[in-house]
């Protein structure tokens, strides 16, 4: 294999590219991004960058790390086409030829159809970071849609800024998609405390020059009004060049699609999950870089595994540390230990542990989650203490 394309230079682009050098690879290795600048890493943009607005610790290698393991960066480039049969991807005028392409295009945020959603300002790229900190340079009214991870981190900072926050969520608790109806509770009541505004199971309706308005006919005055309701996979290039595409470029569990010359990772990647089977597309850190990790093994060292790695995911929020390792489906059952720890159950096996400001708990649950079953009798047996279990 003399020449490895890879489409997005994001967390999990680069580290493919960092992966397959450090697998020995040789040969010409091209990481092409749409963005500006060197590849740099999104959590803090929602966390310690809005405070700090430093851009150089975002940055996930030095310049000289390019030259040094001739990686070809080419930025502010998109790519609009993949030539399946001469195995070449088209940027404009520019083509890049391959021997194997690696998608890694991300997401781009969901714009729900609401009139008016045009006004709304985005937190996914540091271009966006960059309009947010210079609009909060002077106290604002700010509203948030959408009361997930990235819109509850923003209003934990702009509360702590000093700002007026009020967050719409259309579900009826908060992060529903991804944690227990326990760990929305707390952080329902963590918000509250800080002195947010939310508005749960009463969706945006309209976004005007005065604020938002809200199902329910609730107007909310703001001055700027933050889009954080999910993200839509970038998988149009991969369903344009005839990849089965579905919520996301489909994989099976080597990460490879349906061409044996194209494989995706990270956030536009669905692949089954090594549990359960079912279909699934994480938007995390972890995914991303183990995706990468295995990629490059099966490319350069030829190690034929499936893809195993047990998800696990953060949030901070003020100053609390969410924390889940494993992945549960939303009907999962609960069990609340007495220091909080909230263990979830799909029928008897252990599927997620959801911890806060407990990082020993969420590194046991790791290891533990990665071992041999783990079903409900054996950690209710010992008082669902990982340590006992030994
Ligand atoms: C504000 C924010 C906070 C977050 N916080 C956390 C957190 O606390 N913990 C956590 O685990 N995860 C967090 N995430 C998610 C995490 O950043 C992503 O899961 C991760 O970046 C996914 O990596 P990726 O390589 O799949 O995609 P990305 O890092 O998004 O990179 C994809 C890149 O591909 C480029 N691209 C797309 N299409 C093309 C094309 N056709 N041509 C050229 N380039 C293209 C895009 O411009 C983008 O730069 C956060 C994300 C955001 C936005």
Not at 26 to 35: K, M, Q, R, S
Not at 360 to 365: D, E, F, I, P, S
Not at 377 to 389: G, R
């Amino acid at each position: 294999m003399d020449r490895i394309v890879i489409i997005g230079a994001g967390q999990g682009g680069l580290q493919a590219a960092i992966s397959l050098r450090q697998e020995g690879y040789t040969g010409a290795l091209t990481l092409i991004g749409g963005e500006a600048g060197l590849p740099y890493q999104r959590p803090p943009l929602s966390k310690a960058y809005l405070k700090s607005g430093d851009a150089a610790a975002l940055r996930l290698r030095p310049e000289s790390f390019y030259d040094k393991n001739a990686v070809e960066l080419v930025t502010e480039t998109w790519v609009d086409r993949i030539d399946r049969a001469g195995r070449v991807v088209h940027a404009g005028d520019r083509s890049f030829a391959y021997d194997h392409l690696i998608l890694a295009t991300g997401t781009r945020n969901l714009r729900p159809p609401i009139p008016g959603a045009e006004r709304c300002l985005d937190l996914r790229t540091l271009a966006d970071a960059q309009t947010l900190r210079t609009v909060l340079d002077s106290p604002k009214r700010c509203a948030v849609i959408g009361g997930g991870f990235i819109g509850l981190e923003f209003a934990a900072v702009a509360r702590g800024l000093g700002h007026d926050v009020t967050v719409a969520e259309a579900a009826p608790r908060l992060m529903a998609r991804v944690v227990s109806p326990e760990i929305s509770s707390y952080f329902k009541d963590l918000h509250k405390r800080l002195g947010t505004v939310l508005h749960l199971g009463d969706p945006a309706a309209e976004v005007t020059g005065a604020g938002m308005v809200l199902k329910s006919g609730t107007e909310v005055a703001a001055d700027i009004v933050l889009m954080a309701a999910g993200v839509v996979p970038n998988a149009e290039l991969a369903g344009e060049a005839g990849l089965e595409v579905n919520n996301g470029v489909v994989v099976n569990d080597r990460l490879l699609t349906a061409d044996p010359d194209i494989s995706a990772l990270g956030d536009c990647a669905v692949f089954p999950d090594p549990t359960t089977g079912r279909p699934v597309r994480l938007e995390s850190v972890q995914a991303a870089t183990d995706h990468a990790r295995l990629i490059a093994k099966r490319l350069i060292k030829g190690e034929d595994m499936p893809y195993a790695a047990v998800p696990w995911f953060w949030s901070d929020q003020a100053d609390a540390k969410l924390q889940i390792a494993g992945l549960a489906a939303p009907g999962d059952a609960t069990h609340r230990r007495a220091d909080g720890a909230i263990f979830r159950f799909a029928d008897a096996r252990l599927s997620a542990v959801e911890t806060v400001n407990n990082a020993r708990t969420h590194m046991q649950a790791r290891k533990a989650l990665a071992g041999p079953d783990v079903s409900r009798a054996a950690l209710a047996a010992v008082d669902y203490d990982f340590a006992a279990l030994a």
